[in-house]
């Protein structure tokens, strides 16, 4: 009865409505903020994608700068992650904010900004399909976390794809959501076991993905399945916006399917 309640006072789904929202919702209104190699505008898959934004964080050796990134992935993840979330949510608002370089790395400063820049542009939701797991590093990640936190942005991150257990940022904040892949055929599951800070699994296992020159890629890890995970997440917001991190997150717990040690990860 309280719960009921507070429910109702908060706007806050009941878990019906949460569970409706996961099967039917599309991101209809949710921005999403895909923080990776760039996307590239030309592949076929993502014919008529119109990005929110598109810029890229550049180093010059004395200070960054944001340039326009011109539709352009110098990788292919990027696409990849566009991909998934255009089949997830086909009427969410996807924005590419270049981080990764050719060789899919990055300095932790460049990630910094960019995460700066999706926040100060009202993103929902914060993709990061990458980690860091240089313990000096750590409080440079906690500035923008705690920010995203602070504003009601949501991070879905990925994990360590050797060990999950191995301390990476952004996923081993408590405030976000961090995905393991797991070897499933519906890109809709979701997979919780709870005890730990990457608690969450789902599709991420011999998947064919979007990638450079038009064709497709086959690929595992934990990259691809923090998507799914953001699609699932921006379903849930497109019909309740008003989520807070936290209860967004206990909702996704409490909704999510057993993940048990015959899971593959």
């Known amino acids: 009865m309280v719960g ?6 908060n706007n806050w789904p009941t878990l019906n409505e949460a569970r409706t ?16 190699s760039g996307i590239d505008l030309t592949h076929p898959l993502l014919a008529g994608l119109t990005l929110e934004d598109d810029v890229a964080i550049l180093d010059n050796g004395s ?8 539709g352009r ?15 997830l949510v086909p009427e969410a608002r996807i924005g590419s904010f270049r981080v990764l370089g050719e060789q899919l790395r990055s300095r932790t400063l460049i990630i910094r900004e960019g ?56 996923g081993h904040f408590p405030t976000a959501i961090t995905v393991n892949f797991t070897d ?27 990638w450079l020159g038009g064709g497709q890629k086959k690929v595992t890890g934990s990259s691809f399945a923090a998507p799914h995970a953001a699609g699932l997440l ?15 997150k206990a909702l996704l717990q409490q909704l999510a399917e057993p993940w048990t040690i015959s899971e593959k990860s």
Request: hydrophobic share 40%; charged share 25%; aromatic share 8%.
């Open 115 to 170: 995460a700066r820049q999706a926040l100060e542009r009202g993103y929902h939701i914060l993709n990061c399909s990458f980690g860091c797991s240089r313990e000096d590093h750590v409080l440079f990640y906690k500035d923008w976390i705690d920010e995203a936190y602070l504003r009601g942005s949501h991070i879905v991150a990925a994990c360590n794809n050797q060990d999950f257990n191995k301390r990476e940022w952004p």
């Open 184 to 210: 499933c055929e519906q890109p809709d599951r979701l997979f919780c076991r709870m005890g730990q800070l990457v608690e969450f699994a789902a599709r991420g296992e011999n998947i064919d993905v979007a």
């Open 4 to 9: 009921s309640v507070a429910s109702k006072v």
């Open 63 to 70: 200070r960054l700068s944001v340039v326009p990134g011109e």
């Open 73 to 87: 992935d110098v990788y292919g993840h990027g696409t990849a992650i566009a991909g998934i979330l255009r089949t």
């Open 21 to 36: 929202s996961l099967g039917t919702g599309r991101g209809r209104g949710i921005k999403i903020a895909v923080l990776d």
């Open 234 to 248: 921006a379903r849930l917001l497109s019909v309740s916006p008003s989520l807070s991190p936290l209860h967004a």
